[in-house]
T-cell receptor, first 109, second 115 residues
Framework: QQQVKQSPQSLIVQKGGISIINCAYE??????FPWYQQFPGKGPALLIA?????SEKKEGRFTISFNKSAKQFSLHIMDSQPGDSATYFC????????FGKGTRLHILP | KAGVTQTPRYLIKTRGQQVTLSCSPISGHRSVSWYQQTPGQGLQFLFE???????NKGNFPGRFSGRQFSNSRSEMNVSTLELGDSALYLC??????????????FGPGTRLTVL
């Protein structure tokens, strides 16, 4: 049973465009929702995170939108750059961190 | 500050063998978690250790085990290797477990190939 569902699996965006990755969850006990970025040959690195009592969090070009009633959250990357090309994972935590299956993002130059 | 280090980075084993992977957390971090990453299943939680005690465990068979030492370094062991154990094994450390915004820092992983 997949507790955190992530879509799309892959995404191609033009440079300067907006990249949007969506996640949905079922467990209302989750209390922390991080997003991780992973480059080939590297471990995941925390990008941005949000708590369920906040509807939006912005850090630079990265924004998390959180809809508690719908049990959905999304990552928006504004002004996407080729250097943003990576795999992105959403995650949720109760007593451990559960990851979505990842989105492979490719930004066209 | 040095990051999370994992050794070895690459490992090739044959079915039936056992393997031990090592993780050194960031200095001062006392919690270490292990994950298995595969293309099909993504990142799956194996277990978490804090103060030398297993605090949490994922849904993996008993062939997967781990331990943590007094200096917070951790090892995981996989016995009787199967082809399906081929994966990237990631270690992550954090200051203390379970706290909001307690960031986990990942190491580069150990790539295990089982032939």
């Amino acid at each position: 049973q997949q507790q955190v569902k992530q879509s799309p699996q892959s995404l191609i965006v033009q440079k300067g465009g907006i990249s949007i990755i969506n996640c949905a969850y079922e467990n209302t006990a989750f209390d922390y929702f991080p997003w991780y970025q992973q480059f080939p040959g590297k471990g995941p690195a925390l990008l941005i995170a949000i708590r369920p009592d906040v509807s939006e969090k912005k850090e630079g070009r990265f924004t998390i939108s959180f809809n508690k009633s719908a049990k959905q959250f999304s990552l928006h990357i504004m002004d996407s750059q080729p250097g943003d090309s990576a795999t992105y994972f959403c995650a949720a935590r109760d007593d451990k961190i559960i990851f979505g299956k990842g989105t492979r993002l490719h930004i066209l130059p | 500050k040095a990051g999370v280090t994992q050794t070895p980075r690459y490992l090739i084993k044959t079915r039936g063998q056992q393997v031990t992977l090592s993780c050194s957390p960031i200095s001062g971090h006392r919690s270490v978690s292990w994950y298995q990453q595969t293309p099909g299943q993504g990142l799956q939680f194996l277990f978490e250790y804090f103060s030398e005690t297993q605090r949490n465990k994922g849904n993996f068979p008993g062939r997967f085990s781990g331990r943590q030492f007094s200096n917070s370094r951790s090892e995981m062991n996989v016995s009787t290797l199967e082809l399906g154990d081929s994966a990237l094994y990631l270690c992550a450390s954090s200051l203390i477990p379970g706290e909001a915004y307690n960031e986990q820092f990942f190491g580069p992983g150990t790539r295990l190939t089982v032939l």
